[in-house]
């Protein structure tokens, strides 16, 4: 039996190649067969959303391959990822994602509306998804009249107007109250059930567990435990056993600095992270005591200090205790960054330079590679400004970087301000 | 997507946001209407005034003198001569005469304009008063509104007055002398119409009617050559016979160009002010781009296609504009047609004539209409291409 999802060592990386870089998913792999219903199990952040639009194609993986029905989602032409999101996939949302200025019955039919070379479905298709769903009633109603549990119910029809075989829920109850979310998640089994469709759904709330045939467990954009439900009848190869793999928790992200700051502050300013970070840092080898830290995350800034409440200066110093108590390989997991050669580290700098600047960030992997190594040319003065932008600009797959030729252009012109000093 | 749906999900904007469509519609149609109306006076001037001083046929008259007469006199071997030139289809020489009119004890001087009824149609001459004379041996006149007012005669009132007619003709005698001999008409001429003309005093009377004075000297020629395309050949060709030649299409040409400026300056200040509401619907666009943003990422992850996106949004913008542009059709007409009829009512108390100050010429309709949907075009499509390539997850996390 073939999986109609195979996901292998996928990683999504934020800010590729910027300083403030953020790891989304960690080489992630996973099959998933036709008719299962799978939960993505974990805290928020942890990258199971990130895993599920990267499953939809509307994540672009950093590094690794998806493969639905046996074709590599990276590989599909624009038209053939729409076709994708179209027809064989359903998505819906924690937020419903309704248009409100549409009646019910157009909300449904909306897929349908964007013509394209997929062939159209009736209206009585959509009537009857929406009589399944038991709310053929509302039909020309606009979604903000109705409860959340209905506009889940619309947005759940909406998914299946073009019978898709793989239906994805992101945190599909998570708006809901306890009693109509308990009617969505019915439906959903029902759908999984009764129209054997493949279900993915997205939660953190562990009192769904027991809908799926499997659980991806999930923390820090790794699947760290995959637990099959004895109470379904699997589908699968799997033997009914609780805990399939466990992978160990990675700490080595967590102890940098950088990871560290990102993990406690949302909003703080450049200066207070980067002030935080050196204390985190004087923490972390020991250099100075609990105490003092805690002293330093509270100080006002002008004197020197983070500038946090005490309470929050509390609350972080103990959080951050708690994962250095549970790091037993603390001194040996220290990154002893290997010496770079000095032009690996001004290409290094100067990549930094040019990518913070930009909005945009690059999706994949190959694309920093490629700019790293175009960067590095430019500066043995193997290629000149001109060939440098003529190369980002040109398309991924035409060995270039596939930068707009503005950002190019603005790249190429940065590097050469600099080369000149 | 079909047009139906397009049209359905494009034009939500006028149910959801009726105030800010309404209101960048009406400014796309103010601009517009500043532009037509700017433009329809330039033509409604140009219209006007060509429709005064033109009748068709003038337009494909010469006229013809010479610079000397007695070294080139206007003969009437020349008449003939010039009469067989190709593509020339008619000619009407005219004859002046110094001489006096007399009108009871009243006498004045004047000029006399001796011609065939032909000469009025092909210079275009029409009275404002009464008629001019149609058969060549009528005992009529046509004067001046200056001659009129000399004689002491007013309006409808001098229509058919009999007035006398005296010519003063120059003979040179054996001895090579000038002598100017007066020559008395003996029956009088009705007055026939009047032309308005307040400076200079004169009258035309017909050529038949002073057979014996045996004219045989012209002092203007009128040559009508059959269509406007031959109006350059027979010029040069007149030209080359040493007769001086002007047309009234030479004229209107001039009138034209400067009309074609004034249409221009006027248009430009129209052109500013569709600039300002073009800017102004870019920007409603932009606002619907940022408002929306949220609703293209649900439509990008259920499977619309960025052309989709792309092409509701130019759709959106397009028909803001179209619409746009016939309210601005709309409000021309509104604001040209009280104008004119303000215009033309203290034109009619001051004793003017009434004219229409606006005129837009049809084809200048369907260019606006044209040209205000390609601004939509133009000023929807950073928007929308904007939207097409939004980030789909960016999208639908935006609020």
């Avoid at chain 1, 990130?50 to 074709?71: D, F, H, M, N, S």
């Avoid at chain 1, 769904?208 to 760290?224: E, S």
Wanted: net charge positive.
């Amino acid at each position: 039996m073939e999986p109609i999802i195979k996901v292998k060592n996928l990683s999504v990386i934020y800010n590729l190649g910027k300083s403030n870089e953020a790891v989304a998913l960690d080489d992630v792999s996973l099959e998933i067969y036709s008719g299962e219903y799978i939960i993505f199990y974990g805290p928020s952040g942890c990258g199971k959303s990130t895993l599920l639009y990267c499953l939809a194609g509307l994540e672009t993986p950093t590094r690794g391959q998806i493969l639905v029905y046996g074709k590599a989602l990276s590989e599909l032409s624009q038209e053939e990822m729409v076709s994708h999101r179209r027809l064989k996939i359903g998505m819906v949302f924690q937020a419903y994602n309704l248009i409100p200025t549409l009646r019910v019955l157009d909300n449904v039919l909306l897929p349908n509306i964007f013509g394209g070379l997929i062939p159209g479905v009736s209206s009585e298709k959509a009537e009857s998804l929406l009589k399944k769903m038991a709310i053929e009633t509302l039909a020309n109603r606009y979604p903000p009249e109705l409860s959340g549990g209905q506009q889940q119910r619309v947005a759940i029809a909406r998914a299946l107007i073009y019978d898709p075989q793989i239906l994805l829920a992101d945190e599909p109850v998570g708006n809901l109250d306890s009693v109509s979310a308990k009617i969505v998640m019915d439906t959903l089994s029902e759908i999984n059930e009764k129209l054997t469709k493949t279900v993915i759904l997205v939660t953190h709330d562990p009192f769904y567990l027991d809908y799926a045939h499997r659980v991806f467990h999930m923390k820090d954009g790794r699947i760290i435990r995959e637990v099959t439900n004895p109470k379904r009848k699997q589908i699968g190869p799997f033997e009914e056993m609780r805990v399939i793999r466990k992978a160990p928790l990675r700490i080595k992200p967590l102890l940098q600095p950088r990871a560290f700051a990102q993990y406690l502050l949302t909003s703080f300013d450049r200066p207070v992270i980067r002030r935080l970070e050196r204390g985190i840092k004087k923490r972390m080898f020991g250099k100075i005591t609990e105490a003092q830290f805690r002293k330093i995350l509270d100080r006002p800034f002008e004197k020197g200090g983070v500038g946090l409440y005490r309470q929050t200066a509390e609350s972080f110093s103990q959080k951050i205790e708690r994962v250095l108590s549970e790091s037993e390989f603390l001194k040996e997991e220290i990154p002893t960054e290997q010496p770079l050669a000095e032009i690996d580290i001004r290409v290094r700098n100067l990549r930094k330079f040019l990518l913070e600047s930009w909005e945009g960030s690059l999706k994949k992997e190959e694309e920093l590679n490629r700019l790293d190594n175009f960067i590095r040319l430019r500066l043995e003065g193997k290629i000149d400004g001109k060939e440098f932008q003529r190369r980002l600009d040109l398309p991924f797959k035409g060995g270039g970087v596939g930068l707009n030729r503005r950002t190019a252009r603005n790249f190429s012109r940065k590097l050469e301000l600099t080369l000149l000093r | 997507m079909d047009l139906k749906n397009l049209i359905k999900l494009s034009l939500r904007t006028f149910t959801t946001r009726p105030a800010r469509t309404g209101l960048t519609i009406s400014a796309m149609g103010v601009g517009i209407a500043a532009i037509l109306i700017f433009v329809s006076l330039g033509y409604g001037l140009q219209k006007t005034m060509l429709e005064q001083i033109t009748t068709a046929e003038s337009l494909l008259t010469l006229d013809v003198t010479t610079p000397n007469p007695e070294i080139l006199p206007l003969t009437e071997e020349k008449l003939s001569e010039i009469s067989k030139i190709e593509n020339t289809e008619e000619v009407s020489p005219l004859a002046i005469l110094p001489g006096q009119i007399s009108l009871g004890p009243l006498t004045s001087d004047t000029t006399f304009n001796i011609c065939h009824p032909s000469y009025f149609r092909l210079g275009g001459i029409v009275t404002k008063i009464g008629k001019l004379f149609e058969k060549e041996d009528e005992k009529k006149v046509v004067i001046s509104s200056a001659l009129a007012e000399s004689l002491n005669l007013e309006g409808e009132k001098a229509i058919n007055s009999e007035v006398k007619v005296s010519l003063f003709l120059t003979k040179i005698t054996e001895t090579g002398e000038e002598r100017i001999e007066t020559l008395e008409v003996e029956t009088p001429y009705s007055i026939s119409g009047i032309i308005d003309d307040e400076i200079i005093s004169y009258a035309y009377i017909p050529t038949d009617t002073l057979k014996d004075l045996k004219i045989s000297e012209f002092s203007q020629i009128k040559v009508k050559v059959s269509q406007a395309k031959f109006i350059a050949g027979a010029n040069e060709k007149l030209a080359q016979m040493g007769f001086i030649v002007s047309s009234l299409s030479d004229t209107v040409d001039e009138a034209n160009k400067i009309f074609r400026a004034i249409q221009i300056i006027l248009g430009a200040f129209g052109v500013v002010a569709l600039i300002v509401a073009a800017i102004g619907m870019a920007n409603t666009m932009t606002v619907t781009l940022l408002e929306r943003t949220n609703e293209i990422g649900i439509m990008k992850a259920i499977g619309a296609s960025n052309r989709d996106i792309e092409r509701m949004f130019l759709f959106e913008s397009m028909a803001i504009a179209f619409l746009g542009g016939v309210g601005g059709i709309g409000i021309n007409f509104l604001i040209s047609h009280s104008l004119n009829a303000i215009v033309n009512m203290l034109a009619r108390g001051l004793g003017g004539q009434a004219v229409s100050l606006f005129y837009t010429p049809s084809w200048f309709i369907i260019f606006i209409i044209v040209f205000s949907t390609l601004i939509g075009i133009l000023s929807g499509i950073f928007p929308a291409r904007r939207a097409a390539r939004m980030n789909t997850l960016e999208a639908l996390r935006y609020k």
